[in-house]
């Protein structure tokens, strides 16, 4: 009679809740709810901040790599003209006589910097 019992235990259907019971239940799902909606709207506003930085950071990156290339084709510039000049003014200082520059040696005096003593 034991085992018939089990059997018929385990057949039948859950027992409901009582009103209370049903109501907690929704009160579950109904914070449940509210739980994973705040949750997903909290991961929408992370990924969509997440995708402005990286795209903030893009542009940020062009725009550097436009100025440096921009600076870069500057100090090309900047590095002829200033070869431009030290031959000028070697032209002119040997060329002058009675020259305020005699005894100086004047390509010494105008030879690039090393980099080490900038």
Same mark, same amino acid.
């Given at each position: 009679?034991?085992?018939?019992?089990?059997?018929?235990?385990?057949?039948?259907?859950?027992?409901?809740?009582?009103?209370?019971?049903?109501?907690?239940?929704?009160?579950?799902?109904?914070?449940?709810?509210?739980?994973?909606?705040?949750?997903?709207?909290?991961?929408?506003?992370?990924?969509?901040? !997440?995708?402005?930085?990286?795209?903030?950071?893009? !542009?940020?990156?062009?725009?550097?790599?436009?100025?440096?290339?921009?600076?870069?084709?500057?100090?090309?510039?900047?590095?002829?003209?200033?070869?431009?000049?030290?031959?000028?003014?070697?032209?002119?200082?040997?060329?002058?006589?009675?020259?305020?520059?005699?005894?100086?040696?004047?390509?010494?005096?105008?030879?690039?910097?090393?980099?080490?003593?900038?």
């Amino acid at each position: 009679m034991i085992l018939e019992d089990l059997e018929e235990y385990f057949e039948m259907a859950p027992n409901k809740r009582g009103r209370r019971g049903v109501s907690d239940a929704d009160d579950e799902d109904d914070e449940y709810r509210r739980k994973r909606d705040r949750n997903n709207e909290a991961v929408k506003k992370s990924r969509f901040k !997440t995708k402005q930085r990286t795209q903030e950071t893009f !542009t940020r990156v062009n725009k550097l790599k436009a100025e440096n290339q921009m600076l870069e084709e500057k100090v090309k510039t900047l590095t002829k003209e200033l070869q431009f000049l030290k031959e000028l003014f070697l032209a002119h200082a040997s060329n002058s006589t009675g020259s305020k520059f005699e005894g100086i040696d004047l390509d010494k005096l105008l030879e690039d910097i090393p980099e080490d003593k900038k």
